[in-house]
């Protein structure tokens, strides 16, 4: 089993996550976050850390979500390794509780 980052994490990829990931297991794109399902140990340490609680474990994922895990493992494949918690968007606050944010990611 992985850990999967779903939608609530699109423009506003904190990275509290990255800083507890024993193994660097994720991987940064222009305004989401994913998770190498590869490198994934299942520690769980990041799910904690998500302010904006976007990150479930693979058989958890919302049905409405459930896209993410293969998008997950697909951008993992293109996207650099971030390795060290940097400051969020400017206006990640105002992107929170915005539902339905599928077609801003930006790949």
Sequence with gaps: ???????????????DCVDVCPVDCFREGPNFLVIDPDECIDCTLCVAECPVEAIFAED???????EFTALNAELSKVWKPIIEKKDGPADADDWVKVKEKKHLLEK
């Design 1 to 15: 089993m992985t850990y999967v980052v779903t939608e609530t994490c699109i423009k506003c990829k904190y990275t």
């Design 60 to 66: 958890d994922v919302p049905e409405s979500q459930k």
